[in-house]
């Protein structure tokens, strides 16, 4: 699978992109991208196999995995209030796996130099609800609502080379 320079896979916020290969590598120098969502690239080899050398999840220099933050805004309401959900970061997961029905990994992960991964989560300014001095009544104030930053997994059996840059802001 070859996600080349230039080229992006974007989807709806919450989503999950997933890259998968049974025999050979992933090679990805473009841009996958989901906001608050989940990216898992796989290797999925078949049992009984050897060692291979051209199995990698390989991202380039130009490339960018971000399922960072964002807000699901709800239409303003007619007294101006704005209110949604703030997302959290997503995950991005790098796994070789050799076969379905066995534990061992096979291949390798590389992160060139300039490659990016982003989990970080975000902040919005929204109107929420709080009880007036009284304890009676209910006002809404604008309030910075900010999410938690996701999560990176990586498994590979015969190494892994993380020069590229990993971000993670709360």
Do not use: C
């Not at 974007?10 to 050979?24: N, P």
């Not at 051209?54 to 380039?60: E, P, R």
Request: glycine letters at 14%; a negative charge; zero cysteines.
């Amino acid at each position: 699978v070859k996600v080349e320079t230039g080229s992006s896979i974007i989807a709806d916020k919450g989503s999950t992109i997933g890259l998968k290969v049974t025999a050979g590598s992933i090679f990805v120098d473009g841009a996958v991208e989901t906001a608050g969502g989940n990216i898992n690239l796989n290797i999925d080899t078949l049992t009984g196999l050897e060692y291979d050398a051209s199995q990698a999840i390989w991202l380039g220099q130009h490339a960018l995995l971000s399922v960072k933050g964002d807000t699901r805004l709800n239409p303003v309401d007619v007294l101006g209030r704005r209110t949604g959900t703030v997302l959290d970061g997503g995950n991005i997961t790098f796994n070789s796996n050799l076969g379905a029905s066995d534990n061992r990994t096979r291949g390798y992960v590389i992160l060139e130099k300039g490659s990016m991964l982003d989990v970080s989560g975000t902040h919005a300014l929204l109107d929420i609800q709080q009880a007036d001095a009284t304890g009676f009544g209910k006002n809404y104030v604008a309030t910075d609502v900010a999410s938690n930053a996701g999560s990176v997994s990586i498994i590979a059996a015969e190494g892994i080379v993380l020069d590229g840059n990993i971000q993670g802001f709360a």
